[in-house]
């Protein structure tokens, strides 16, 4: 039972190049998420889904976007990177809403140069 | 936009020594989280609290929730090495989705 787990682990991009970040869970759960945590801020939610199929904006949406054609898979993709996007990203899970734990993967460190 | 104040942002001490982190907001949630997260790994879960005014106690840890659920405090007693990480605080807004609303942290480290 691998849990959370994130693809990369880093990468460098240049400014206007593309990416896609995977998250992959196997604890067949509904919900997932995209967070990108800087210091001094957190976390913040970028996009999240309640189900296969569904995508949602969180509260930094732009610049992002995703896809959740399988339940087990979450996909962040970056169009046009920019140094505002240099973070550190993480995806996380859940098995339903309300109180309920979310699991977070290891973290993808990206930089845009 | 909620927002969740931490506070201290930083904290050094000893170990054996006691402390207390706050977290605190304008707006009231469902639920509220604590996580810690040490380098290199992602955030995991100490407690969840759903009940204003509620205590859970977790070994050494003693967490709090308010009575108009707005905020929260962590009480660690007498801090050891395995302590040192980030700790988070996280509010729920209630609702289908289960989003969380993440405070900015206090980054611990016990000195042995």
């Known amino acids: 039972n691998a849990g959370v787990t994130q693809t990369p682990k880093f990468r460098v991009l240049k400014t206007g190049q593309s990416m896609t970040l995977l998250c992959a869970q196997d604890m067949n759960h509904e919900y997932m998420y995209w967070y990108r945590q800087d210091p001094g801020m957190g976390l913040r939610l970028i996009h999240y889904?309640?189900?296969?199929?569904?995508?949602a904006k969180g509260e930094v949406p732009d610049g992002y976007n995703v896809s959740r054609l399988k339940k087990q898979n979450f996909l962040l993709g970056l169009e046009s990177a920019a140094p505002s996007q240099t973070s550190v990203y993480f995806c996380a899970s859940s098995y339903s809403a309300g109180t309920d734990t979310q699991y977070f993967g290891p973290g993808t460190r990206l930089t845009v140069l | 936009t909620q927002l969740l104040e931490q506070s201290p942002q930083f904290l050094s001490i000893q170990e054996g020594e006691n402390l207390t982190v706050y977290c605190n907001s304008s707006s009231v949630f469902s639920s509220l989280q604590w996580y810690r997260q040490e380098p290199g790994e992602g955030p995991v879960l100490l407690v969840t609290?759903?009940?204003?005014?509620e205590v859970k106690k977790l070994k050494r840890l003693t967490f709090q929730f308010g009575d108009a659920r707005k905020d929260s405090s962590l009480h660690i007693t007498a801090a050891q090495p395995g302590d040192t990480g980030l700790y988070l605080c996280?509010?729920?807004?209630?609702?289908?989705?289960?989003?969380?609303?993440f405070g900015t942290g206090t980054l611990l480290a016990v000195q042995p």
């Open positions: 889904s309640v189900g296969e199929g569904t995508t």
């Open positions: 996280a509010g729920a807004n209630g609702g289908a989705t289960n989003k969380l609303i």
């Open positions: 609290v759903v009940t204003g005014g």
